[in-house]
């Protein structure tokens, strides 16, 4: 029996930098597109793209109608003709071409992966998350990688998490974790799935009283001292 911890890791903003890459792809879309980009501009777009994504975590907004409905509803704001369709497109492309890590990353995978299981469970497009990792060489770190849209189901769904353990061969769930910066999609998954939960909260964002995760981390060099502590025995072997 493999006794090794399980941890199930969020990419975007637990593993890499998603913001960055996000306002990188989204200047690169606008300025192609002839619209002047500042500060302002990309923070909206980041505001409107989150409040769709929630939608999606609620269950109102589909993931095609989320990607495209974030550019029309800011194109309809600036009074914009252009084609949401067609801005995200180009958006999704230059999203696979760059990747930057959150502070400490790629130290954890490497320490991580000599004692534990590794799994990736994303919200995203298949394509672009394929090549996202790709981009930063670390695919080789995770047993198996489950994105939703491949999955068909989406965190924080119990379906989601029920396919990706159908999935899992000698799964423990006494001997996994979830490790997320999203209390919504990664921690109320979590809470669903019957996984412990680390929230990531990098940020310093206050508490949330309906969606309490069992810990609380603000860097991922955190993470290994806490896995220790919960698993001994299986560190302890390795
Ligand atoms: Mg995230």
């Known amino acids: 029996m493999d006794d090794r911890p399980l941890v199930f890791l969020d990419i975007d903003d637990t593993i890499l930098d998603f913001q960055t890459a996000e306002a990188t792809a989204i200047r690169c879309t606008f300025t192609e597109l002839g619209i002047p980009v500042d500060d302002q501009l990309i923070a909206r777009y980041s505001e409107i793209n989150r409040s769709q ?39 999704e492309g230059l999203l696979c071409e760059g990747h930057w890590f ?18 990736i469970v994303s919200n995203g497009a298949k394509t672009v998350q394929d090549a996202r990792l790709r981009s930063a060489g670390i695919g080789p770190y995770f047993e198996q990688t489950f994105i939703s849209e491949e999955v068909g189901a989406e965190k924080p769904t119990r379906e989601f998490f029920d396919r990706c353990f159908a999935a899992i061969p000698e799964l423990d769930l ?65």
């Open 53 to 91: 994504w929630e939608l999606l975590e609620e269950g109102k907004l589909s993931r095609e109608r989320v990607l495209v409905r974030r550019f029309e509803l800011l194109f309809a704001e600036l009074g914009l003709p252009h084609s949401g369709a067609a801005a995200c497109e180009r958006y």
């Open 102 to 119: 959150m502070p400490g990353a790629e130290e954890l995978l490497r320490t991580l992966s000599r004692g534990c299981r590794l799994f």
């Open 174 to 238: 006494r001997r996994a974790v979830l490790v997320g910066d999203s209390l919504t999609s990664d921690i109320r998954g979590a809470k669903n799935a019957g996984l412990l939960s680390v929230w990531y909260n990098y940020r310093g964002r206050p508490a949330r009283p309906d969606i309490v995760p069992d810990y609380e981390i603000r860097a991922l060099s955190e993470l290994p001292t806490l896995l220790r502590r919960l698993f001994p025995e299986a560190f302890i072997k390795t």
